[in-house]
């Protein structure tokens, strides 16, 4: 089977850094996608992992290990506007992209 | 680049229905679309993977014949939600990549109310 673990809410104040973790079990890795959702929102893109090490887009990084099925994103200089789902995403054969359960990052003044 | 617009982003239907949602890619062409279903406060889980000119593949516990999906073009996908009943309403949102295993980016999302 499938599966990817990562905590279920997070809080953080503004100006804080928050990291969210994810494990994953699964066949046929190819890479670690992160995406942000807004309440009532879609998805949106923030960053692939496929190979080992960290990835730094702006205030996001995330990072892989794939020998330990591990990943995280951090998150830096935290804003209001972040409060959002935070999904990460296992890539499978075939381009599919199985999602974890999501992180609700509450971030207070 | 990389938009992807879905339409209509709502609708209301009474139950016996059918209801069709479309899924374009306004700025490139998406070999392959990715239809997912969301329920409130929980995870994007993927329906169907649809390719251009060929049958949709469906995932396990997922009605092809209830869920109609069909990529006719490089920029459009449909689904449509036959018989609809109010456990059918949800949150679909489509995705599109460029190619296998690339980046997919997604639409905005259609909910749907069946009464």
């Known amino acids: 089977g499938q599966s990817l673990e990562q905590p279920s809410e997070v809080t953080a104040v503004e100006g804080a850094i928050v990291q969210i973790n994810c494990t994953y079990q699964?066949?046929?890795?190819?890479?670690l996608s992160w995406y942000q959702q807004h309440d009532g929102g879609a998805p949106t893109f923030l960053s692939y992992?496929?190979?080992?090490g960290l990835e730094e887009t702006g205030r996001f990084s995330s990072f892989l290990s794939r020998s330990d099925s591990y990943g995280y994103l951090l998150l830096q200089e935290l804003q209001m506007k972040d409060s959002a789902s935070y999904f990460c995403?296992?890539?499978?054969?075939?381009?599919?992209?199985?999602f974890g359960q999501g992180t609700e990052l509450s971030v207070k003044p | 680049g990389a938009v992807v617009s879905q339409h209509p982003s709502w609708v209301i239907c009474k139950s016996g229905t059918s209801v069709k949602i479309e899924c374009r890619s306004l700025?490139?062409?998406?070999?392959?679309m990715f239809w997912y279903r969301q329920f409130p406060k929980q995870s994007l889980m993927l329906m169907a993977t649809?390719?251009?000119?060929?049958?949709?593949?469906?995932e396990q516990g997922v009605e092809k014949d209830k869920f109609l999906i069909n990529h006719a073009s490089l920029t459009l996908s449909t689904l449509t939600v036959t018989s609809a009943h109010p456990e059918d309403s949800s949150f679909y949102i489509c995705?599109?990549?460029?190619?296998?295993?690339?980046?997919?980016?997604f639409g905005p999302g259609t909910r749907l109310l069946v009464l």
């Open positions: 995705s599109a990549s460029i190619a296998v295993k690339e980046t997919q980016y």
């Open positions: 699964t066949s046929g890795f190819y890479g």
């Open positions: 992992n496929a190979l080992d």
């Open positions: 995403a296992v890539n499978n054969q075939g381009g599919k992209l199985i």
């Open positions: 700025d490139f062409q998406a070999t392959t």
């Open positions: 649809s390719n251009e000119g060929s049958k949709a593949t469906y």
